[in-house]
Nanobody, 110 residues
Framework: VQLQASGGGLVQPGGSLRLSCAAS????????MGWYRQGPGKQRELVAGISSGGRANYVDSVKGRFTISRDNAKNTVSLQMNNLKPEDTAVYYC?????WGKGTLVTVSS
């Protein structure tokens, strides 16, 4: 199983980034997918999850700013992040079942 995340980078406060995770080795459409993050000195937390049926859930701090989506034809899950804040700075991880992708760093700073 491979979860390949991409799309991180440096962005100014108020900016946007889109993270993508390409999954292989799993029956993608049957699995819930999630994005987690771990900020400096913080515990890893679930940012957004999406069920196999497309139902999404979000941590309160990103509601209205982040949108998770999935493309079952391409075996990808994406996280559109708008109005980014410095507190969104973290390494973001793609996750499904008990598998973790390598993280992608998002830095929000002026």
């Amino acid at each position: 199983v491979q979860l390949q995340a991409s799309g991180g980078g440096l962005v100014q406060p108020g900016g946007s980034l889109r993270l993508s995770c390409a999954a292989s080795g799993i029956f993608f459409r049957s699995n819930a997918m999630g994005w987690y993050r771990q900020g400096p000195g913080k515990q890893r937390e679930l940012v957004a999850g999406i069920s196999s049926g497309g139902r999404a859930n979000y941590v309160d701090s990103v509601k209205g700013r982040f949108t998770i989506s999935r493309d079952n034809a391409k075996n990808t899950v994406s996280l559109q992040m708008n109005n980014l804040k410095p507190e969104d700075t973290a390494v973001y991880y793609c996750h499904t079942m008990h598998y973790w992708g390598k993280g992608t760093l998002v830095t929000v700073s002026s």
